[in-house]
């Protein structure tokens, strides 16, 4: 199959009136057949594609953006709006989704007129998950391990198991609000 054979037929006269064909076959090399190179229009289509999936993933990224930012701003409103006494937070003038916050201890003890300083960093995703929130003040302690908080409105049910992620009234909620964040620190 796909074999190219040239047949090679002589005729020779051997004797008066007696002439000899001869039949050989000779497998020939095939003219080569000029084939186009198919590489660049795979690269082109799968260029195509990547890039579709590029500005699918942009504009979701955007929607994202724009969603997160309209709730920062709605939740910067809020915060100024209905102050709380002790608590300051403001976002960065130039990243809203990192805010610093100082919050004044009022309760009697050891902490009673300490300011603490917080900063909140907020995901592309907020308020579908919550903002990561560090301590920046030197504090002792039982929830707070160096600078990380442990607050349970703030975790997504990664740091425990199945049964407590799925508790009523655990875990973060895209209910909360930056407010209601500071009013948990306080």
Request: one cysteine or more.
């Amino acid at each position: 199959l796909g074999r190219q054979v040239k047949v090679v037929s002589s005729i020779r006269n051997v004797s008066p009136g007696v002439f000899v064909l001869n039949c050989i076959e000779k497998d020939v090399e095939p003219d080569p057949v000029e084939v186009p190179d198919p590489t660049p229009v795979a690269q082109v289509v799968k260029l195509k594609k990547e890039e579709e999936e590029e500005n699918i993933e942009q504009k979701f990224k955007d929607f994202r953006y724009k969603s997160s930012t309209s709730r920062l701003l709605r939740d910067l409103k809020e915060v100024q709006n209905q102050p709380l006494p002790t608590v300051r937070a403001v976002p960065l003038e130039d990243n809203i989704y990192i805010w610093h916050a100082n919050i004044m201890s009022v309760k009697e003890g050891p902490y009673c007129g300490k300011v603490f300083h917080f900063v909140m960093k907020f995901p592309i995703d907020y308020p579908n998950k919550p903002p990561e929130v560090q301590i920046l003040t030197t504090i002792h302690h039982p929830n707070i391990f160096d600078n990380y908080i442990c607050l349970d409105m703030l975790e997504t049910g990664s740091w425990s198991g199945d049964w407590h992620a799925k508790q009523i009234g655990t875990g973060w909620t895209s209910a909360y609000t930056v407010q209601s964040i500071l009013i948990q620190l306080q």
